[in-house]
């Protein structure tokens, strides 16, 4: 049986919506929207940066395809502020929220990884994947010399194959 961590009002509405559309049985563990709730020691046991969703079935395979989204989400927002927002309208406090934000994030990835070459246990996943990428968006906007884990897993990444023919070539 899944367990669904979920608060409705944000992101894992999808997860529930992708649960119920293949007719896949699962409890829900609805939860509110307050950090009271999401950074209980309880919670933070289940997911370390206390956010929804959270599977608890094929728990680090699921849990790692949406953890690439938090940390593409802050990403994505320094990609904004230094490329698409012009120059004098960007903002130094959201540049700087986000950049510990992102850190934040790869502090947890860089634990997880302690122990193992690749997020999963069982090896190279469609979630290293996710996160990959999810870390070459952030790259530029952080350093990883403070996460030994992650800056060898985030090499490990960039020399596979794969990863380097998705790589545009020179000019394009």
Request: net charge negative; hydrophobic share 40%.
């Amino acid at each position: 049986m899944i367990t669904l961590y979920h608060v409705p009002s944000v992101r894992s509405r999808r997860s529930s919506w992708q649960l119920n559309e293949l007719g896949i049985e699962f409890e829900l563990v609805e939860m509110v929207f307050d950090l009271k709730v999401l950074r209980a020691p309880e919670f933070l046991a289940i997911h370390p940066l206390g956010r929804a969703p959270v599977y608890q079935e094929r728990y680090e395979w699921l849990q790692s395809m949406h953890y690439a989204e938090t940390v593409a989400v802050h990403a994505a927002s320094l990609v904004q502020q230094s490329v698409f927002i012009p120059e004098e309208q960007r903002s130094p406090i959201v540049q700087k929220s986000e950049s510990c934000r992102l850190e934040k994030a790869v502090e947890i990835l860089d634990n997880h990884l302690k122990d193992r070459a690749h997020l999963l246990a069982s090896g190279f996943s469609a979630a290293d994947v996710n996160v990959g990428y999810s870390s070459f968006l952030g790259a530029p906007f952080i350093s990883f010399d403070g996460f030994p884990n992650t800056m060898k897993y985030y090499d490990r990444i960039r020399e596979r194959p794969a990863f380097q023919a998705s790589v545009p070539k020179e000019g394009k």
